[in-house]
């Protein structure tokens, strides 16, 4: 079902035949060119056009092997919203975000601080820093502190971490996070999330999560 979920990338990416849809993907490429460090290495191999809540998206993926067509693997993934203007989140999944080396609370919070503006400087003075927590290999704060697990090509499981710095946007009622991993290199931020207290989980798509992905293609294989 891996396989079906990114042949679903391919799939809508040559669906995107409208030339106003693909103009305003073309200028969403380009704001993520400006604004999110995707590594040099990293071919773009799939889109989506989907939901995040009520905004409609563009989901980006980018792999250092194209070749690869499963989901669950090393990606690193970017949400734009449909009139190019906003990065919503992006998620780098890599080995080099496993293991020893995270950074002190505080050397995280300046280093989110810092990298708001450049990848939403319209949240650059919305938002207020909630709590600061690192993610746990064996978390006890589920889902605060769990990690990201991912598989190399070899099938061994490895598991991301990093220190979420959890923000809160008041005006939008919404929150987001910025997720600081070894040597300061930003592993994840996410803005605008809408959260299930009853559930403790976030309500909002989790398009950027192969998990989610995973889980919501084995939904439609039992629904079939």
């Not at 009139?83 to 300046?110: N, P, Q, R």
């Not at 006890?140 to 490895?158: A, L, R, W």
């Amino acid at each position: 079902m891996a396989a079906f979920f990114f042949k679903l990338f391919i799939t809508v990416n040559k669906m995107l035949k409208n030339k106003e849809i693909d103009s305003l993907r073309e200028k969403a490429l380009k704001l993520v060119a400006e604004r999110v460090p995707v590594p040099s290495n990293y071919l773009l191999v799939g889109s989506l056009f989907v939901n995040h809540d009520a905004i409609p998206v563009f989901i980006f993926r980018f792999q250092q092997d194209e070749s690869i067509k499963e989901i669950g693997g090393e990606h690193f993934s970017v949400s734009v919203d449909l009139d190019a203007t906003k990065i919503m989140g992006f998620i780098h999944i890599h080995k080099e975000h496993c293991g020893d080396g995270l950074l002190d609370d505080e050397s995280a919070k300046v280093i989110a601080r810092d990298f708001i503006p450049q990848v939403a400087p319209d949240l650059a003075s919305e938002y207020e820093i909630k709590w600061v927590m690192k993610q746990l290999e064996n978390p006890n704060k589920i889902p605060h502190e769990s990690p990201f697990p991912f598989q190399d090509t070899s099938g061994e499981t490895y598991l991301v971490t990093g220190v979420r710095v959890k923000l809160f946007f008041e005006k939008l009622s919404s929150w987001g996070w910025v997720i600081v991993g070894r040597e300061g290199k930003i592993i994840s931020f996410e803005r605008q999330i809408n959260w299930n207290t009853i559930m403790n989980r976030r309500s909002t798509p989790a398009w950027l999560h192969d998990p989610y992905i995973q889980e919501l293609s084995e939904d439609i294989n039992h629904l079939n």
